[in-house]
């Protein structure tokens, strides 16, 4: 056992738990260094189970029993199977303390993939101990501020909670390529003139939100980048400062377009005349010529508005301080009246938009016919050409004809020559065509098929980079854990000890077997023998019995024979109770031992103590109840 002793305790050492250097068997354990053990484990097991449990015992009474209830349900949820309660961890025994042990330690996380990922040093630590304490406090459950302990105190306490507002952040830029440079300028700003993060916010509160947004906003334009160059950038078959360059002038252009469109003045139409005409009469004004237009509604509604204000205000500043509810009435009709008229000009305009929509489609409607009507007077017209040539060609057709079949003649050769040099020149342009063709599909197919190649070479180029740093990780972590381990734990001797144990056991199955074989021997010697004597005994007696019946002496002989058997029968009966009763004493002696070991008595003392403490707090308890 002190093997696994001391295995168990290098294991507690390692989880975090204080054990000092005297100790050296789980027989030394203390009821606060086994709830300490027991607490370290839970947490590297399962951090929001174990966030709320303490290290420690508590003075009162009555908080430990709570404290050993609360981990003796932490450690039935982890699943142990023993019996287990407060009395474990209060008043426990080496049997239980070694069982207990041992099973949180089996329990204990090994090294994942995700822990070698991180960074090694200082900053491991921190973001260690950053992620258990995130974790411990989205695993405890809010309680209200009524409701909380003095250990809940600490993860919800009040604290201050501000609004999720980001503001727009400038930081320093790094070059973009591995070899490229950083201009002088650039440079010399970000180091003079550009301010530190926290000084470019309006509040302090604001940072985290700030640089959370400014940082997505970053990944999320990165995985943009790589989703287009990957599907069209590489069939641009450019470099990427090439294709951001004709992206960025194909931006400038179409922002160019778009100004140029803005600022040029619009096309005089008879549309637009129309509407500045409108726009005139609904302002009031007269045409830029002198020439005196015709009012509209709104023209002398608002000239009889203006006359009517500029009454009301001449009697009103003739009597200011006698009409002062009559200047509320007035105040009130003009109102009135400007809503009328604000609502019959919205009324001109929508008819004034309604027969602007009409004109608009009759517009083009009479613009589809007339270019109809075009098309057809110029069919009718080739056609009349056509007739024109003819009607001349009438008087002298005979001589005509005869032209015209020479000239069909004519045409007919000429077109039979020509076919067949088209047909001289046609055969070797196919080929070459075909040839060309199928150059082109093979040089598409080839193409395609390094530009997969190429894809699959980049992906696999990412896969590999992930993985290198990854395993670079990984073995930056291994060798400061291997610094960090004590140099006197060398992993050749926990081999030669568990090498050790192993060799032992097997020695210890080898005796264990041994001796089963020997008593089968003699079980089966002591049957034979037991089988042995019975035949022999009803041999003999037959054989006595038989000369018993004529001589006296052997008569006398029987009955000695018979008590013989009977006394040996009770003789072996003796020593078979003899052997029981030997092992019921070595199974006493071991009952014995095992109660010694458990403590009864010291631990029957302190419950007693235990139980006095409680019966004071509960007697000072009812002192205070009473006072109150």
């Keep these: 056992m002190e093997e696994v002793d001391g295995i168990l305790i290098h294991a507690l050492k390692q989880v975090g738990t204080e054990v ?50 609360s981990l003796a349900q932490a ?52 973001q260690r101990a950053v992620a258990a304490a995130i974790r411990a406090q989205l695993a405890a459950p809010w309680l209200p501020p009524t409701c909380r302990l003095p250990l809940q105190q600490d993860l919800q306490g009040p604290g ?42 309006s509040h302090r509160a604001s940072a985290v939100a700030s640089i959370l947004e400014r940082h997505t906003a970053e990944l999320t334009a990165a995985q943009e980048w790589d989703s287009e160059w990957n599907s069209q950038g590489l069939l641009s078959r450019l470099s990427p400062q090439d294709y951001r360059s004709r992206k960025l002038t194909r931006l400038h252009k179409r922002i160019e377009e778009q100004l140029r469109s803005a600022v040029l003045p619009p096309s005089k139409s008879a549309s637009t005349s129309d509407l500045s005409e409108v726009l005139q009469a609904f302002r009031g004004s007269a045409p830029s010529d002198g020439v005196l237009a015709k009012g509209t509604h709104f023209t002398h509604s608002q000239k009889f508005t203006f006359t009517r204000e500029d009454a009301a205000a001449a009697t009103d500043s003739s009597t200011v301080g006698v009409q002062s509810e009559r200047d509320g009435e ?52 080739e056609k009349m050409e056509m007739k024109k040539k003819a009607i001349d060609l009438l008087p002298d057709a005979d001589n005509n004809l005869v032209q015209l079949q020479l000239v069909v003649e004519t045409s007919v050769k000429r077109v039979v020559n020509l076919a067949a040099q088209w047909e001289k020149h046609r055969a070797p342009l196919i080929q070459e065509h075909r040839r060309l063709k199928e150059m082109c599909s093979n040089h598409h197919l080839e193409s395609s098929r390094k530009l997969s190649e190429i894809k699959s070479l980049h992906e696999k180029i990412r896969v590999s980079t992930e993985e290198a740093k990854k395993k670079e990780d990984m073995y930056k972590q291994l060798v400061a854990q291997v610094d960090r381990l004590p ?41 034979s023998l037991t089988g042995k004597l019975d035949r022999t005994f009803a041999v003999t007696d037959e054989m006595v019995f038989k000369d018993a019946k004529k001589d006296e002496s052997v008569r006398k002989s029987y009955k000695y024979l018979a008590a013989l058997h ?63």
């Design 20 to 69: 000092s250097e005297d100790i050296g068997s789980i027989k030394q354990f203390s009821s606060e260094l086994m709830v300490e053990a027991v607490v370290r484990c839970i947490r590297a097991i399962h951090p929001g189970l174990g966030a709320t449990l303490p290290t420690s015992l508590p003075p009162g009474m009555s908080a430990r029993f709570r404290v050993g209830m």
């Design 75 to 126: 450690c039935q949820e982890l699943g142990y199977k023993g019996e287990i309660g407060y009395q474990t961890f209060l008043y426990s025994n080496e049997t239980e303390i070694r069982s207990l042990l041992m099973f949180v330690v089996e329990k204990l996380p090994r090294e994942r993939s995700e822990n070698l990922d991180q960074p090694t040093g200082k900053m491991l630590l921190l």
């Design 160 to 201: 201050p909670w501000h609004r999720f507002h980001s503001q727009p952040l400038v930081w320093p830029r790094g070059p973009e390529g591995p070899g490229e440079q950083l201009q002088k300028d650039l440079k010399d700003h970000q180091r003079s003139f550009l301010r530190p993060v926290t000084a470019q916010l």
């Design 487 to 527: 140099q006197e734990a060398s992993r050749s001797a926990y081999t030669q000890r568990i090498l050790e144990i192993v060799s032992n056991i097997k020695k210890q199955k080898e005796e264990i077997t041994k001796i089963l074989m020997d008593t089968k021997h003699l079980q089966k010697e002591i049957n």
């Design 566 to 628: 009977e006394n040996c029968n009770q003789l072996i009966q003796t020593i078979e109770d003899t052997g029981t009763i030997l092992r019921e004493i070595r199974d006493l002696e071991e009952q014995i031992e095992t109660e010694n070991g458990n403590k009864t008595v010291a631990n029957l003392e302190r419950i007693l103590e235990d139980y006095r403490a409680v019966r004071q707090e509960n007697s000072a308890l009812a002192a205070k109840v009473r006072e109150a």
């Design 330 to 381: 007035l105040q009130q009709q003009v109102l009135m009246s400007l809503q009328q008229q604000l609502q019959h000009l919205h009324g001109d305009v929508d008819q004034l938009t309604g027969d602007m929509k009409l004109m608009s489609v009759s517009c083009t409607q009479v613009l589809n016919e007339l270019k109809q009507r075009n098309l057809g007077n110029s069919e009718k017209e």
